[in-house]
């Protein structure tokens, strides 16, 4: 129906290009009519449609079907993990292992809803900031729509990341700093080039494609909800998409109103969400100096932070930090006992759910969702 700001809930035409609100600078969400999207699908229609993220199309932002760019993205596995429950003396722990998508990473929802809705709006050149993952989505979608893509990368990003914009004919920038800089140098490049902007939450349509994760966790789960969902985070869109779907689904009689604990996991070098959880601050400082392996979660600042940190506190979750060595001992135990080879951002998630237990914070018989957010191929040069 419309754009509506999550800060001072001013709305704005779906018709027109938009990034964060122009009043308050907070971010926007979309808002659909959900009884008439009630109208056209139901779970047991959903569950007939093509195995794909658009499956949920009346609750995508796209209008037009003929403007979707898609590679298959979405319908990712989520697995009980039977050998890491015994190993852990666990009850009911499952994988979602989004490193199966195209592009190799949970990155391919948010672009693929962002190209397609830019697409729909006559945008055909766009630009991002990125740790590495984002960048090598936005390349290929583009490359897909026949679309001009220009990335904006840390020196230091994965080697794949880079290779894959190259390969998909992306302009490609490394940054000799953090995502912070490739940021400012993209908002940069934008007003210079006359750019749209797809940055993490800046625009309002990765998390559309992103909340079809919670969607597909309680369509595999029958349409409960697990008791909590353990998530690597720096932008933090998957928590914020997730959540959105929650209420949306509720909204429109699919399940009722019980949520998951929302648990933010990051790396002890780079934990500005893990901080300002802790301070009982509404919003997180920028992390200076951030250091970890895992590029996806080295992000020293959100521009969703009270986003995130409201979904945490309002399912009554919590937020916790890992090692270095704690998440590469998470990549070759996942790797061993499930056969899932998840980037060092996923494997933070076994790392931080192993430190909850510890901890007393979560009960053996609590379910949990662990989400694998990409693949291990993207690390070879680490993870070889």
């Avoid at 704005?12 to 969400?29: E, I, M, R």
């Avoid at 991002?128 to 230091?156: I, Q, T, W």
């Avoid at 007003?191 to 494609?209: H, I, M, N, Q, W």
């Avoid at 061993?336 to 053996?364: C, D, H, I, M, Q």
Wanted: charged share 25%; net charge negative.
């Amino acid at each position: 129906m419309h754009l509506e700001c999550t800060g001072c809930h001013t709305t704005y035409s779906a018709d027109q290009l938009h990034t964060t609100c122009p009043v308050c600078g907070k971010v926007l969400y979309a808002r659909y009519d959900l009884n008439e999207a009630r109208r056209h699908m139901d779970r047991n229609v959903i569950a007939k449609r093509k195995p794909s993220m658009w499956r949920y199309f009346e609750v995508l932002p796209v209008r037009d079907e003929a403007h979707v760019v898609s590679l298959g993205e979405g319908a990712t596995p989520m697995a009980r993990a039977h050998r890491l429950e015994q190993a852990l003396d666990a009850r009911e722990l499952y994988l979602k292992d989004e490193g199966v998508n195209p592009t190799g990473s949970f990155k391919a929802r948010g672009l693929s809803a962002a190209v397609s809705k830019a697409k729909e709006l006559g945008q055909n050149r766009l630009v991002l900031p990125s740790a590495g993952n984002a960048a090598g989505a936005l390349a290929s979608y583009c490359a897909r729509a026949g679309m001009e893509a220009h990335v904006f990368m840390p020196k230091d990003a994965p080697e794949a990341n880079k290779i894959e914009c190259q390969a998909a004919a992306a302009y490609l920038t490394l940054v000799d700093g953090f995502i912070s800089d490739a940021g400012a140098m993209a908002k940069e490049r934008a007003k210079e080039l006359g750019l749209f902007d797809v940055s993490t939450l800046r625009e309002p349509y990765r998390a559309e494609g992103k909340k079809t994760m919670g969607y597909e966790i309680a369509q595999d789960l029958d349409w409960k909800l697990p008791e909590a969902i353990i998530y690597p985070t720096g932008g933090g869109t998957g928590i914020v998409g997730m959540w959105k779907a929650f209420e949306e689904m509720e909204a429109m009689g699919w399940i009722g109103s019980e949520r998951p604990r929302m648990i933010v996991v990051q790396a002890e070098g780079c934990a500005p969400i893990v901080r300002a959880y802790e301070q009982g601050a509404d919003h997180a400082e920028p992390w200076e100096n951030p250091t970890t392996a895992a590029a996806g979660i080295r992000v020293p600042a959100a521009i969703g932070d009270y986003l995130i940190l409201q979904a945490v506190r309002e399912s009554g979750g919590t937020a916790v930090t890992v090692s270095e060595d704690e998440i590469f001992q998470a990549v070759r135990q996942m790797a061993t006992l499930e056969g899932v080879f998840p980037a060092p951002e996923g494997a933070a998630t076994l790392a931080g759910y192993a430190k909850l237990r510890a901890s007393g914070n979560l009960a053996p018989e609590t379910s949990v969702v662990l989400m694998n957010t990409g693949s291990g191929f993207k690390y070879l040069e680490l993870l070889g």
